[in-house]
Nanobody, 117 residues
Framework: QVQFVESGGGLVQPGGSLRLSCTAS????????MGWYRQAPGKQRELVAV???????MYADSVKGRFTISRDNAKNMVYLQMNSLKPEDTAVYYC???????????WGQGTQVTVSS
């Protein structure tokens, strides 16, 4: 079992930046692929970015070049640096852990990101 504490969400103007953080506890953090998903109002939840235990990364096309996912296994943390934010990035962002990069076994509670002027 893995539990998460997410932080870093908030209100930002278009073009601005935010950094989401997720602290994991409960199980062997380093064995999991860690990711961030998001869900905008009226839309399905979607993958934003994922990073494997070997630091291989994958991004949704909509965020490539703007978002960067990273992890610190010593601190049991995963981060999402979000730059050049757009209104369409507005969503609840969820930290996840899974046995593989395309499998989610555990979900965080989510943190709201709102991009608006």
């Amino acid at each position: 079992q893995v539990q998460f504490v997410e932080s870093g969400g908030g209100l930002v103007q278009p073009g601005g930046s935010l950094r989401l953080s997720c602290t994991a506890s409960g199980s062997s953090f380093s064995i999991y692929a860690m990711g961030w998903y998001r869900q905008a109002p009226g839309k399905q939840r979607e993958l934003v970015a994922v990073i494997t235990r070997l630091q291989s990364t994958m991004y949704a096309d909509s965020v490539k070049g703007r978002f960067t996912i990273s992890r610190d296994n010593a601190k049991n943390m995963v981060y999402l640096q979000m730059n050049s934010l757009k209104p369409e990035d507005t969503a609840v962002y969820y930290c996840t852990a899974g046995a593989t990069r395309l499998k989610v076994d555990f979900w965080g509670q989510g943190t709201q990101v709102t991009v608006s002027s």
